[in-house]
Structure formats: C-alpha cells, structure tokens
C-alpha cells in the first residue's frame, strides 16, 4: 500500500448506516490524520448525527473530503451482473437477519472489493459481525492479496450467542482465524475467539457505543438521589434475545412492594404491551408503555428519573442501557448472559441475575426497590466507573491510537517487515 500523499489514511468501516452505534463511533474518532468512508451493508438512510457525510466513488473523491466529513461509498458503480457472477462463484448468500423485511437491499462481497480497489484504504473495519464480517470474510477469501488488513468488532451477541448456533460456529471460527486484529466489548468475548483459533492483535476491549459526552451530561449531584425516585424503568424488548415478559413476571411476584411506584416500559412491542394491560388489571401497579425513545437525551432523561432500571436477554454484550442506567444513578438489574459482570459488583452496585430465574429476578427488584442506601451508594460507584470506562473523549483518543498503530503495522508490513 503506498502511503497518501496528504499522509491522511483511509479506513474503510463496514457497518450499519442507520445504527446509533456507527455514527457514534464515527463521529468519536474522527482525526486530521484518518479519513472514514463508510460502506453500508445495507442500504437505508444514515443515521441522523452522521449528517456530514458525502458520496465517493473515486481516490479523488476521498482525498476531497473534509476533516470533519464521513464518506459513503456508492455501490451503484459496481455493475449488478458482475455482483452475481461473483456471489454464484463464491456460493455467497447473505445472512438476513429474521426481523429484517424480505425488501432491505445488502451489500455484496464485489462491492467491498471494488471500494478496495478504487479507495485503497489501509484497513478495513468491520462493526459487527452476522451481516459485516461474514461478507468481509468472503470478499477476503475471493482475493486474499487484495484485502487489507482486517478490523473486526463484535457487537452484543454476535459471538457469545450465535457461537452456540451449528450453522454459524464455524464461520465463526473461519473469521478468528482470517483477522489481523479484533476488538471486543468485554473480556469475556477475547476468551472466545482466542478458543476459536484467532491470534492476531487484540485491542483493549471497548463498548460498541463508543462512549458518552459526560461534559454534556448532567452531574450526579444534580440528579435526584435515586433513594429519592419513584419509577422504575424497563427494556421492553422481548425477541429472539430480549425477554421482558420475564421482568413483568418478576414484577407480579413482588407487587405488594411496588405499589406506589410508577413502572415505564420503553420499547414495548405488542405482547408486552398485552401482558402490562393485564397485570396493570390484576395487581393494581402503575405501569406505562412508552413509545419509541426520540434520542439519546430523552432516554438519558427517563433513566435519571428512574430508581432502578432492568433489562434482561439470553444474550448480550455490554448493555448500553447498563451504562446509561450507571452514568445516570439508575440502579442496574441486568441478565447474567451480558458482560455487566465486568462493569459493577454484582449485589453492591447492580444486580446480576439469570433470564430464565424469575423468583431471583424478583428477588433483586424487592431489594433494589426498599434498600436506600444500597441504591445510593450504588449511584457514585457506577457514575465514577461510567466516567473512567465510558467516556467518549478518552476512548476516541484511545481508539483513534489504535487506529494509527494498525496502521503503522500494515505499511511495515507493505514495506517488508514481517509482523509478529
């Protein structure tokens, strides 16, 4: 790879365009030095905060943008037929995930080559894995020589989960073993692909979220001690991961406790919305469905209004709600199978409990529900971690060394020296 003139380096992310996580991990490392184009793997409209972004297609195009600009790479260049000659010669199919609709159009292994071949980026970084890295994995096994090196982050589930899935383990173990270098969520997952055959570069594990703008966010000792908060807010997701109607279930058992308290569930679909209604009905508990959260600062808003709050998952990385609910004084209840275990002390500053033990579940939210000063105590030791761990400042610098020392290894690399 030969350097830029401008000494400015591309790196070519693959990721969800409309995800929270990309723009605000784009829009945290950005540095004079590194340009960013963006290749959707599928097509939709960018995420909001990812407004200064512009079209390329062309070397020139990249060298054109603006310190402060995102490029989107345009796949239309790439002739349809020759995307399908190249799937047939691959056996490539794309893993659609079951919540997608049949009609979402995804990027193919050609187009990741060609914006390879026409960027020439000096690496490439792939943000999750089921619809990113498996089609980096197959536009790196068409041209070897041709990719360079290769980024992968995980996010929440995509290892630990789908790990344990036959038609999915050993592309797993195939992508371990074809990366440079990785990036976690939480140690728990280096542990896993290191199983899996990988012995590339491990970065210090960061949360896919990036981090928060604490010189943005309210102090703590602005906020309500959460002894002095009356709601308690819930992850209402229940889906192939999610399981929220085992919170309600929880909640019924310990209603006598709650009485009084207002219950919020965000993100409510339509069979959790059915079984509030009903326990709303037999036990008298105030409990509001909320709508769709409209930003960040509105979920930030609602969870520093909260005592305690609850999600909980058969599978997960670092919940940003975990670290919402820490930054913001909102005691954590959080499900065994995430990586919170790595964030608070489980029983003094956040309860970790199994998904599948309701009366355990129940349990803690009594506890967390009457015990003041265990939720008050809880909220400076989570804030004081969340500012350490979670920063969006720090962790940008961090991550944009990392970037740079990647970087520096590939031309090494390019210039003769042989990595270790």
Sequence with gaps: MRAPEDGRHTILVVAMPNSVHTARWLNMVRAPDLRFVLLPVYEETLSASLAKSRVVRTLDDVAALDADEIGVFDTSVVPHHAVESTNVALAYETWRPPFFSAGVVFAQPLHLLEAIRLLRPALVHSMEIQMAGYLCLAARQHSPAQFPPWLLSNWGSDIYLYRKLPDHRARLATIAQSIDAYLAECRRDVAIVRQMGFRGAVLPPTPASGGMAFEEAPRLQDLAPPSQRSEILVKGYHNWAGRALHILAALQLVAPVLQGRRIRIALAGPAVREMAAELTSATGLDIVCDSYLDSHADALER???????????????????????????????????????????????????????????????????????????????????????WDATRNGRAMIGQYRGLVAGSARTNAGVVRK
């Design 303 to 389: 969870i520093s209004e909260a005592r305690i709050t609850i999600g909980l998952g058969v599978s997960d990385g670092i919940s940003t709600t975990l670290l919402e609910a820490m930054a913001m004084g909102s005691f954590p209840i959080q499900a065994n199978t995430s990586c919170g275990c790595e964030w608070v002390k489980n029983g003094e500053t956040g309860f970790m409990v199994s998904p599948h033990d309701i009366a355990s579940l129940a349990d803690a939210i009594a506890r967390a529900a009457s015990d003041d000063a265990l939720v008050d105590a809880a909220a400076i030791y989570n804030r004081s971690t969340a500012e350490a761990r």
